[in-house]
């Protein structure tokens, strides 16, 4: 997303899946590329992971 992904905004890069269009791409941006998941961001659930990134924007936004 030119400019970065604002936080709450769902990633353009996504398909219907949720797996990332840009995965093997030199065009994923680095940031995405750093993100390695973990079991506490995985949790047991997709809504546990959404909850964890979402927090993590928020803590990280400017």
């Given at each position: 997303?030119?400019?970065?992904?604002?936080?709450?905004?769902?990633?353009v890069q996504l398909?219907?899946?949720?797996?990332?269009?840009?995965?093997?791409?030199?065009?994923?941006?680095?940031?995405?590329?750093?993100?390695?998941?973990?079991?506490?961001?995985c949790g047991p659930?997709?809504?546990?992971?959404?909850?964890?990134?979402?927090?993590?924007?928020?803590?990280?936004?400017?």
């Amino acid at each position: 997303m030119e400019g970065g992904k604002p936080a709450g905004v769902r990633c353009v890069q996504l398909d219907a899946q949720n797996r990332c269009l840009l995965f093997a791409s030199p065009l994923r941006p680095a940031v995405c590329g750093g993100l390695q998941p973990s079991s506490e961001m995985c949790g047991p659930s997709q809504a546990h992971a959404i909850r964890w990134l979402a927090a993590l924007e928020q803590a990280t936004s400017p």
